[in-house]
């Protein structure tokens, strides 16, 4: 990966586009925006996967993310609250449950900040 020095932040050009990084959402994402949804977004694709797998029905999926920074910290990312919104038929609480802890071990982007930002991970079934 690369990233040019813009007017205001960084930018970079991936295979699907350009992304615009600054501390001002004005110019771009926030770094601190990109990081959580990178966890979120990995885990819930990962857990989309395991779903498919144990063939549950799932029609659709909401991920909700709570972040708690520590201002003392430069800001730091304490804790993510990853909050999932599924939608289907037939779908077992406690299978959901273990398909949650399994892409919690499966997800690299969980995985590689585990020891530094304390992750948790709860549900909802919706009708």
Do not use: W
Not at 12 to 30: S, T, V
Not at 92 to 118: F, G, H, T, Y
Request: overall charge negative; some cysteine.
């Amino acid at each position: 990966m690369e990233f040019k020095m813009r007017e205001v932040g960084f930018s970079a050009n991936f295979e699907y586009g350009e992304l615009h990084i600054a501390g001002n959402e004005e110019y771009g994402f926030r770094p601190y925006q990109l990081m959580v949804s990178s966890i979120a977004v990995c885990s819930g694709g990962v857990l989309r996967g395991i779903l498919e797998k144990k063939r549950l029905a799932v029609e659709d999926i909401t991920i909700q993310a709570k972040v708690e920074r520590n201002e003392e910290e430069a800001n730091r990312i304490e804790s993510i609250a990853i909050h999932y919104l599924l939608k289907g038929n037939d779908l077992s609480e406690e299978k959901i449950e273990q398909s949650i802890k399994l892409a919690r071990k499966n997800c690299p982007m969980v995985r590689s900040v585990e020891d530094s930002i304390k992750i948790t991970e709860t549900f909802e079934i919706l009708k």
